[in-house]
């Protein structure tokens, strides 16, 4: 999912792409979307893009220049899973483009178009910044530590720290990648409880002052505390050199786009580190000791790779597992988990079936009467001074033959005379 960072670099895609060129028209809107239409239609107009957190507002402004009166609207944008902004040809429109704004005035028409392939972004006409969500961490520092630091009281804090920065009314901006990474550089237990974490530091940051009044270039011997983080790393993904959009949401991106991101990761989906499914179904990767507010149905999820890295995990040797019972329980997948269930159950069922084959067949000898019992035995049984060689098998058979030879194939019934034959003699 797009977090804080990704969404400030479409903001400044969108800038980048709508300076020196002007939109014109009607805004198109998608058959499939489920998202209101824009009405909006205009000879000439140009674009502002701003970011907030997880938002982002696209203003359209009347006009080939903003003048003071001019008309404006707003779009609100929420990406969802797998949003973002592309700036291709008319010919070459993406194929999951739910929103559109066509240039005039080009040798060749371009569109800058909203994509989402999962269809859970959202966009709102004429909205504003979501009242239920707090100040930017990366842009709104000092206002976002105070409204955390003054709202501990609230039940959100009940829950662990990883849950905790999730809620964008506190933590806005912040997803999964970058709370594993935050938690990672703070030494943090993610499970526990964000009250206890929280409540020692300071409504104003030592740190963050002494990093203001120092010149650009020199850093600070504060060190930071997670809210502090919460302000370095997002910063630190907008300035890597391959671009921040590193949680690979763009499924036409080249692999190499990503390259300088997946390097920078320390902890999120990378060898060596654990990884819990929290108590909202979303997978918190962590090193070490979780902490005591684990969910109870202790599960975990296999590293997400790449389709071409799969191949090299086949080949390699599997080792012996020395870890402890529950560390494996841990590790353990969701798929192997459901693998051994269906295992366990086919063989249960296949034991249940053999023993019911078995006691049918007891039934069956039971029902039989003693002298049909005795008669069957007595036909297949071989003598026991003899073995059953093929001699010994040749003399049976013509034994049996003869006894049968002598018996009479027929039996005529006695002769009975009547009385009138009597009276004749």
């Not at 969108?14 to 998608?30: A, C, P």
């Not at 507002?57 to 220049?65: I, N």
């Not at 909203?114 to 990366?138: A, I, N, S, Y």
């Not at 050199?241 to 991106?253: E, I, L, Q, T």
């Amino acid at each position: 999912m797009p977090e804080g960072p990704e969404l400030f670099l479409a903001s400044i895609f969108i800038n980048s792409v709508s300076q020196n060129r002007h939109f014109g028209g009607r805004v198109v809107k998608s058959d499939v979307s489920r998202n209101p239409e824009v009405a909006w239609q205009s000879e000439v107009y140009h674009l502002q893009a701003v970011a907030r957190g997880k938002e982002l507002k696209v203003t359209l402004c009347d006009g080939e220049v903003q003048k003071t009166g001019e008309k404006t609207l707003d779009i609100v944008f929420r990406f969802g899973m797998s949003g973002t902004f592309k700036f291709t040809t008319v010919d070459e429109l993406p194929k999951h483009s739910h929103l559109r704004f066509f240039t005039i005035s080009e040798e060749i028409p371009m569109v800058l178009s909203f994509v989402d392939q999962r269809r859970f972004g959202r966009w709102e006409v004429g909205g504003t910044w979501g009242f239920d969500r707090g100040p930017d961490p990366m842009w709104e520092y000092q206002s976002f530590r105070e409204n955390v630091i003054t709202s501990l009281h609230s039940p959100a804090f009940n829950k662990p720290i990883c849950e905790a920065m999730l809620n964008q009314k506190y933590f806005n901006g912040i997803g999964n990648y970058l709370r594993a990474e935050i938690l990672f550089r703070c030494s943090i237990r993610p499970f526990d409880e964000a009250r206890e974490v929280l409540s020692e530091l300071k409504p104003v940051s030592k740190w963050y002052e002494a990093q203001t009044k120092q010149k650009s270039g020199n850093k600070s011997e504060m060190n930071p505390d997670i809210l502090d983080f919460c302000h370095i790393v997002p910063k630190e993904v907008i300035h890597l050199s391959g671009g921040g959009k590193g949680y690979n949401v763009d499924p036409d991106a080249d692999d190499n786009e990503y390259k300088e991101f997946r390097a920078w990761l320390r902890c999120y989906n990378q060898d060596g580190m654990r990884n819990m499914v929290d108590h909202n179904g979303r997978t918190m990767w962590f090193s070490g000791n979780p902490g005591r507010l684990i969910p109870k149905d202790v599960s975990s999820r296999g590293k997400v790779e790449r389709k071409r890295m799969k191949s090299n995990s086949l080949n390699e040797n599997v080792e012996e597992d020395e870890r402890s019972e529950p560390e494996k329980k841990l590790s353990m997948t969701k798929q192997e988990k459901t693998r051994n269930k269906k295992e366990n159950t086919i063989n249960s069922h296949k034991t249940s079936k053999k023993h019911k084959v078995l006691k049918n067949e007891s039934d069956r000898e039971k029902s039989i009467s003693k002298p049909e019992r005795k008669r069957r035995n007595s036909k297949f049984k071989l003598p026991e001074s003899a073995p059953a060689t093929n001699s010994n098998k040749e003399e049976a058979t013509d034994t049996t033959a003869s006894q049968t030879a002598r018996q009479p194939t027929t039996c005529t019934a006695p002769t009975r005379r009547s009385s009138r034959q009597k009276k004749i003699k």
